[in-house]
């Protein structure tokens, strides 16, 4: 049974960091693209980065570049998302996700797996 466990999430301020962290069990991760995506109540589910099984080709949402960074341990089975400068508007329930065709194809929401989420709240 494929496995999505996010953590690292909470409350904190504008322009503070957090790393979130998402460890998968339950399938081969290095032969996976990795990545995030967001969900803030009454909007839709956002893409906002992924990278590839080797960690050589990483994409990232508009909204998020130059602010997050994925990273991924295939070691340890883990993905990471570095979010630095945290806004009012990255509130939101972050879902990590897997996808065997690659970080393009994970992008475009064609993923095999998803998590539960961990929440994100920004105040101002």
């Known amino acids: 049974q494929v496995q999505l466990v996010e953590s690292g999430g909470g409350l904190v301020q504008a322009g503070d960091s957090l790393r979130l962290s998402c460890a998968a069990s339950?399938?081969?991760?290095?032969?996976?693209?990795m990545g995030w995506f967001r969900q803030a109540p009454g909007k839709e589910r956002e893409f906002v980065a992924s990278?590839?099984?080797?960690?050589?080709?990483?994409y990232y949402g508009e909204p998020v570049k130059g602010r997050f960074t994925i990273s991924r341990d295939n070691a340890k089975n883990t993905v990471y998302l570095r979010m630095n400068s945290l806004k009012p508007e990255d509130t939101a329930l972050y879902y990590c996700?897997?996808?065997?065709?690659?970080?393009?194809?994970?992008?475009?929401?064609?993923?095999?797996?998803w998590g539960q989420g961990t929440q994100v709240t920004v105040s101002s």
């Open positions: 339950g399938l081969a991760f290095s032969e996976y693209a």
């Open positions: 990278t590839s099984w080797n960690s050589d080709t990483t």
């Open positions: 996700a897997a996808a065997r065709r690659g970080a393009w194809h994970l992008r475009n929401y064609e993923n095999d797996y």
